[in-house]
């Protein structure tokens, strides 16, 4: 997990993808007073002008940005997940933006593949 942190940053931007936040679930729910043990770290990233195209066309899909990958170890194996863009996109029932989602999906499978 260390390595993929620090690796992050720098795919991203191969991607033109920034890191906007990472949130340490484990360090945040002890913060809370909740114990919690698993080691998550979620990251939120953007590409700007992919969100520029889609907030152009339809402000509500904000509440769905940043798009978010998520890496935690479970079973004693580094996993990475996200929840596809185009299936986000399906919730707003805005066909027109589909070619920004699937561009978008693309960078982010790619982004995953090159940090397992």
């Given at each position: 997990?260390?390595?993929?942190?620090?690796?992050?940053?720098?795919?991203?931007?191969?991607?033109?993808?920034?890191?906007?936040?990472v949130h340490n679930l484990r360090q945040i729910m002890n913060q809370k007073g909740i114990p919690f043990e698993k080691d998550c770290l979620v990251f939120e990233v953007c590409d700007p002008n992919q969100a520029k195209k889609v907030l152009e066309k339809n402000l509500s899909i904000s509440t769905a940005l940043p798009c978010r990958i998520s890496v935690f170890v479970e079973k004693g194996q580094t996993k990475i997940a996200t929840i596809k863009p185009t299936a986000l996109l399906e919730l707003f029932h805005d066909p027109s933006l589909k070619a920004v989602a699937e561009e978008v999906e693309r960078a982010i499978f790619q982004m995953m593949k090159e940090l397992s």
């Amino acid at each position: 997990m260390e390595e993929i942190e620090k690796m992050f940053p720098e795919v991203a931007a191969k991607h033109k993808f920034g890191v906007l936040e990472v949130h340490n679930l484990r360090q945040i729910m002890n913060q809370k007073g909740i114990p919690f043990e698993k080691d998550c770290l979620v990251f939120e990233v953007c590409d700007p002008n992919q969100a520029k195209k889609v907030l152009e066309k339809n402000l509500s899909i904000s509440t769905a940005l940043p798009c978010r990958i998520s890496v935690f170890v479970e079973k004693g194996q580094t996993k990475i997940a996200t929840i596809k863009p185009t299936a986000l996109l399906e919730l707003f029932h805005d066909p027109s933006l589909k070619a920004v989602a699937e561009e978008v999906e693309r960078a982010i499978f790619q982004m995953m593949k090159e940090l397992s």
